[in-house]
């Protein structure tokens, strides 16, 4: 996980995560939208493979994605895969790892 507090969980330990919450979230008559990563452009297939799950895909809305590592038109992939699921930029700052903010915002 890198210089960042974080906990791994492969795609299948995802799917059950997300089968278990989605299913007490929808029991409690809660709208809470589950996204399906939370990660770099460059692991694109972690969302497909969640998303596409069809025992909790109805569960999610979409997928996140940072930034800092891939192309931004891996996107593409996960937009083909599933087009009816949203996908969200949810950090896109510097560090260590990206030190040029300026150059993190621009996506060719």
């Known amino acids: 996980c890198g210089e960042m507090p974080c906990m791994g969980l492969d795609a299948q330990a995802a799917a ?7 299913a007490a979230l929808k029991a409690a008559n809660l709208d809470t939208e589950l996204l399906a990563y939370d990660h770099n452009w460059d692991i694109w297939q972690y969302p497909v493979s969640v998303l596409t799950n069809s025992s909790v895909s109805s569960y999610f809305n979409g997928s996140a994605f940072h930034c800092y590592g891939g192309d931004v038109s891996n996107q593409d992939f996960v937009q083909q895969a599933v ?22 915002l621009k996506w060719e």
């Open 83 to 104: 087009p009816d699921k949203m996908i969200h930029i949810t950090e896109c700052s510097g560090g260590t790892w990206a030190p040029d903010y300026a150059s993190n």
């Open 16 to 22: 059950t995560l997300a089968y278990h919450v989605g």
